[in-house]
């Protein structure tokens, strides 16, 4: 096992989450060497400020990253990708670039003038993925420019920070069993994915290890921020997503969310769950949890 410094995550933690995290799977991440260079890494978590709750309506037990951002230097990993195991799925993310047939299905939608033809769209992904049912399409979704981050509890009219979505309600000890999702920026300016890299299954077993009753939080955002109280030096990475680029995640088993904050222009998203695969050969895969 490596340390958290030699996987070039931002940030030692402090709060004993390295030896927690020395037991847990490693977290995949698929990308071109260039894309990975980008994604950054911060030191850890913070529950949100009273003047961000004001501005932004953030519960009041919201938490988000820090933001002492650095580029985080992923390790590569040298061995099969992970994603030729299916089972594997909950514990990969990928960040893909649109085959331009794809792209120029995009296009007019981005400028307003059609609807998205989402059969034609879901033929097109097939160069860069495969997607097995049940395939449940969210269509475009769109969010304000300049949000810390996006997700909203619409019951409440809050905005939750880091978060594990709950769509599909799975038990917490069949998470892995979940979909996940593809999401394609179809907007005009690049937004940021983050995530922190640790499936919740690992969580769960690092709070029961640490004496945690973790019975009391059954529903999984609850579950993400009793962790990342527990251990706030857990670092969050941040990876930005070009205009005409797409992640997959395991969003049922990953504390994450999206931000705005960068971005001039309305944020624009295509969002697709199923069983989704990256294809074969569209990058490197780097280790991005501290195995
Ligand atoms: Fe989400």
Known sequence: MSSLSEAGVAGMATDGAEAAFGAAPPLYFLSSATDAGRIEACSGTRTV?????????YDANAILPRDDWRKAALRKWDHP????????????VALLHCPDRLLRLIAPIRSGRTRPDLELMQDAMGDICTI???VHIHGIIHNAPGDPTVTID???????G?????????????????????????GECTRI???VPIEIGSVVSILRAAGIDVRASPRPTALGRLFLHRYPNVPVLRVPVDPGCAYIAPTETLIHDASTAQMTKVDYQLTIRGYVDARAGQGDVYVCAFA
């Open 162 to 186: 880091l978060h594990v979505d709950n769509w599909d309600k799975q038990n917490i000890d069949k998470r892995r069993l979940s979909p996940n999702r593809i999401c394609i920026n179809v």
């Open 81 to 92: 990708e992970p994603w030729a195991f299916s089972d594997q799925r909950f514990n990969c």
């Open 49 to 57: 400020s009273d003047a961000e709750r004001a501005q932004f309506s």
């Open 154 to 160: 619409h019951h409440a009219k809050r905005r939750i």
């Open 132 to 134: 097995q049912g049940p």
């Open 193 to 195: 994915f983050l995530f």
